[in-house]
């Protein structure tokens, strides 16, 4: 990557002439007008208090010494007040291109990780429903960015934790029994905080097809069965159209075996151990606050039910103590922004570096249908379900909006953007690029050229403005990589793949590619073709397909 070899170069110079300073803080970046180069640096100006000189006097005696890097740098020019601008040689921009070529596929791939296991655990919704959008945002998320970590050498777990104890499955029971009491004739008041939604009344079915008896069974008895078989379906939905959203996990942990395999009593008595458990109200404390939280919380309820913390303590203990994970993921809605303290308060307490967990809230998704927003209510029924809108624009469309804007950021799709076959549409104006350049590939290959040796192509016919561009986009695709993996940010590459498209697209209205000139055709075909292995890779990293026709 340039910018790194740039900051690279600019150390060891002034090492050279001054000494060490790996401490030193200073940018290496575009400058905003092009008539400054291709890269600018202030490391003369931050140098001026140490070094005791001019700026101008520390720029010029860098750059002097820089200039031998010719095949680097095509010019390198100091500015008052001392800023160093470098524009950089073509001849740097067609290695890489050779690069690409060369690595194919694997081309940006780094070993960032170093083998660091990761576990990714995102969507993790109640199987009290079928998914809606918001769940689908954070599938789209966790399954790129695993690819991401995976690509640039994480060994990364991709899991699903079911909440399958608790208050809410009980609501869930409930609802189906009430369902299938109304189903048989029973006049119910179905109270206003239970599940109301028209899957309801389809398990509802199921149970009185599968247990004609029900409703002469035990009370007890027969809301057990109802949540038992709900909890069945309703996670056979998740699962079906999570798979046909490309998303697959590694592995689906159950909450009820953290009680079952006796790890809840194993942790609360570690704690208890600690003197970190205390009785209050007839409950039982976890005294969060001396980890930095700003109340302590309940572990168990003076009814003696555990929380949902209880269990996510015993989760995440299990994540890094047991299964020895070095950075554990969790991909939240942003409604959980106020249980990240507590749940790190917990690892502090268990001697964990709260820092190995890193929480990833997911804003809101705003659906736009004929110009109005649709409401989302898991309880009331009143929700767009993931299946319906894969239904309705396909599996790319969906997740390639669904990354389009950082995590932090509310999400409007739009469905009929989404459905359109125009440059307005995100990923059809990538994808179409991608197409573009197979179909030249099949045009070259009625003409005859469908072998081409790339290490015999004089590179240097490449001198359009518009392919000097397109080079240096595709330079930056590794420092994209490294960036959006370092910050967990897929929509970067999101970004990147659109701005690649503007490029070729322009460039490919300008310049005709199979040309008469034979050596200017074969340079032109490499450049397409980097081109589309870098759509190739960014897309799948997204997991977004690549056509070849559209």
Known sequence: MIKRKIRELLKETIKNFWGDISSLVFEVEKPKN?????????????????????????????????????????????????????????NYYIENLKKILEFKEKYGSINLGKEKKVLIEFVSANPTGPLHIGHGRGAAYGDSLARILRFTGYKVVKEYYINDKGTQMNILGESVYLRAKE???????????YYKG??????????????????????????????????KIILEDIKKDLENFRVFYDNWYSESSL???????????????KNLIYEKEKALWFKSTLFG??????????????????????????????????????VWGADHHGYVNR???????????????????????????GGERKSMSTRKGEF?????????????????????????????????LAKSKSQENPVYYVQYAHARI?????????????????????????????EIELLKKLEEFQEIIESAANSFAPYKITYYLLELAKQFHEYYSKHRVLTEDLSLTYARLGLCLACKIIFKIGLNLLGVSAPEKM
Request: proline fraction near 2%; include cysteine.
């Open 34 to 90: 092009e008539i400054y180069g291709d890269y600018a640096t202030n490391i003369a100006l931050v140098l001026k208090n140490k070094l005791k000189l001019p700026p101008m006097e520390i720029a010029e005696k860098i750059a002097s010494k820089l200039r031998e890097k010719s095949f680097i740098f095509l010019k390198i020019e100091v500015v008052t007040p001392g800023f160093i601008n470098f524009w950089i040689s073509s």
């Open 183 to 193: 189903l048989s004739g029973e006049k119910i008041q179905f109270p206003e905080d």
């Open 198 to 231: 028209e899957y309801i009344y389809d398990i509802a079915k199921e149970v009185l097809a599968l247990y004609p008896d029900l409703l002469s069974m035990e009370k007890e008895k027969a809301i057990e069965i109802c949540k038992k078989l709900a909890t």
């Open 259 to 273: 009680y079952e395999d006796e790890k809840v009593e194993e942790v609360l008595e570690i704690l208890k151990e």
């Open 293 to 330: 939280d700003e109340k302590d919380r309940v572990v168990i309820r003076s009814n003696g039910e555990t929380t949902y913390f209880t269990s996510d303590i015993a989760y995440h203990y299990e994540k890094f103590i047991e299964r020895n994970f070095d950075i554990a993921i969790n």
């Open 343 to 369: 749940l790190k308060a917990a690892l502090q307490a268990f001697e964990i570096d709260s820092q190995k967990l890193k929480v990833i809230l997911i804003q809101m998704v705003n659906l736009i249908e």
């Open 384 to 416: 767009v379900e993931l299946k319906e809108l894969i239904n309705e624009v396909g599996v790319d469309a969906t997740r390639f909006i669904f990354l389009s804007r950082s995590a932090d950021s509310p999400l409007d799709f739009d469905i009929e």
């Open 438 to 466: 197979c179909s030249i590939f099949e045009k070259a290959k009625k003409n005859g050229l469908n072998q081409i040796s790339w290490e015999d192509v004089n590179w240097n016919k490449l001198k359009e403005k518009e």
